[in-house]
């Protein structure tokens, strides 16, 4: 059984930068993709960005393309997080789905971690 475990989050002033990592605990032929997506308080939760296994299969929200770059490392996967806003102010979650292939549907991610907080404030 798959268990994710988000770290990394805390409060960063505006224009600051932030990275943010994704501990995937279990078997690794379990899983092959690892989104990232958000949700701020009344709003809904927003896929940010994607990454396969290989690396070669990714993604990220256009709007946040330029800001937020994915990246992976065996079972870790890390969001680097650049000119912060306090529009990014949001409780980040990491989550894990068998296919190799990018999404933002959050309901096709099979596994999900407890999130990490993200505050964007000076």
């Known amino acids: 059984q798959l268990r994710v475990v988000e770290s990394g989050g805390g409060l960063v002033e505006p224009g600051g930068s932030l990275k943010i990592s994704c501990q995937v605990y279990?078997?690794?032929?379990?899983?092959?993709?690892v989104g990232w997506f958000r949700q701020a308080p009344g709003k809904e939760r927003e896929g940010i960005s994607c990454?396969?296994?290989?690396?070669?299969n990714r993604d990220t929200a256009t709007s946040l393309k330029g800001r937020f770059t994915v990246s992976r490392n065996k079972n870790t996967v890390y969001l680097q997080m650049s000119g912060l806003k306090p529009e990014d102010t949001a409780r980040y979650f990491c989550?894990?789905?068998?296919?190799?292939?990018?999404?933002?549907?959050?309901?096709?991610?099979?596994?999900w971690g407890q999130g990490t907080q993200v505050t964007v404030s000076s």
């Open positions: 279990g078997s690794t032929f379990d899983y092959d993709t």
């Open positions: 990454i396969s296994r290989s690396g070669n």
């Open positions: 989550a894990v789905r068998t296919p190799a292939t990018c999404t933002f549907n959050a309901q096709l991610y099979e596994a």
